[in-house]
């Protein structure tokens, strides 16, 4: 079943450029906010699977939508894309071109603010969010919920209906989580959301990124840190770094020319497309 999870997840990062953008920017965020990030062992934050099935619900639910419900891939897939693992259905496209582009011609930006807005309204308490559906939906009682265990968020695997994602987080968490997205909802409709400091302050993105109240504001005043995990090869590492920059973040990137460079010469930005290193979308 983890297979098809990131098979999922890496679909839905092709199916739209907004997508991996998306799911940059809310990584940092939670992280900054000490929201998601579980050391080894596990720990009552959101894990970085469950935060992005949280915007791939988001996005399933846009009017018209980002993304297709799993319920729709369903429907889509061909012959050879038919599995089953465990008694779950896990068909889907394998082929991003087999499917429709999206009506949907809201901005990254707009969809990031729309993302605080929306979770900040629902009662996660009383709801069971369903990528199966595309949509957040009453919570039934639970015995009508066939094995699945309710709790504070109740996130339901997109194919292993029975297993709630979000098992492992507190109250607190959520509680947490629902006052982060109304605070960064009220930032995203303020004028340091959309216009340049005159002082030299951090804007529009920057601002969502700044430590919540658990870091230390000591460490971070006048510098802006992105973790990048080590492991990765150096070229993979310089290409996350320029489109969380350049793409996410809208800065201006130009690598330092080398002597005998015609200026010009070098790009700001990945060949090949928009897309970053699928790791960063958790795939």
């Known amino acids: 079943l983890a297979l098809f999870n990131s098979r999922f997840l890496r679909l839905c990062a092709d199916a739209d450029p907004r997508v991996r953008p998306l799911g940059y920017a809310l990584r940092l965020w939670a992280g900054r906010q000490r929201l998601a990030g579980n050391g080894a062992g596990g720990g009552p934050l959101l894990t970085n699977y469950a935060l992005m099935l949280l915007l791939v619900l988001f996005l399933q639910s846009?009017?018209?939508?980002?993304?297709?419900?799993?319920?729709?891939?369903?429907?889509?897939?061909?012959?050879?894309?038919r599995a089953r693992v465990g008694g779950w259905d896990c068909s889907f496209p394998r082929d991003v071109a087999e499917l429709?582009?999206?009506g949907n011609t809201q901005s990254a930006a707009s969809l990031l603010a729309e993302f605080f807005s929306y979770f900040s309204s629902l009662d996660?308490?009383?709801?069971?969010?369903?990528?199966?559906?595309?949509?957040?939906?009453?919570?039934?009682p639970p015995e009508a919920l066939g094995?699945?265990?309710?709790?504070p968020l109740t996130l339901q695997d997109p194919f292993e209906l029975s297993h709630n994602v979000a098992a492992?987080?507190?109250?607190?968490?959520?509680s947490r989580f629902v006052r982060c997205c109304r605070d960064a909802a009220r930032l995203c409709r303020g004028p340091e959301f959309a216009r340049r400091s005159r002082r030299g302050r951090p804007w529009g993105v920057l601002r969502l990124l700044q430590p919540g109240p658990a870091g230390n504001p000591a460490d971070s005043?006048?510098?802006?840190?992105?973790?990048?995990?080590?492991?990765?090869?150096?070229r993979d590492l310089c290409a996350a770094v320029r489109f969380v920059l350049g793409d996410v973040l809208g800065?201006?990137?130009?690598?330092?020319r080398t002597p005998g460079t015609p200026p010009g010469t070098a790009r700001g930005h990945r060949e090949g497309g928009t897309g970053g290193p699928r790791g960063e979308f958790g795939v």
């Open 168 to 174: 492992n987080v507190t109250p607190r968490t959520v």
């Open 251 to 256: 800065c201006g990137c130009e690598p330092k």
């Open 221 to 234: 005043r006048e510098k802006f840190l992105i973790a990048i995990p080590g492991a990765a090869p150096r």
């Open 124 to 140: 996660l308490g009383g709801l069971l969010l369903s990528p199966l559906e595309g949509r957040a939906l009453p919570r039934p």
């Open 100 to 102: 429709e582009p999206s």
């Open 147 to 151: 094995g699945l265990r309710p709790g």
């Open 62 to 81: 846009r009017s018209p939508p980002v993304l297709p419900s799993v319920r729709r891939l369903q429907r889509l897939a061909g012959p050879q894309d």
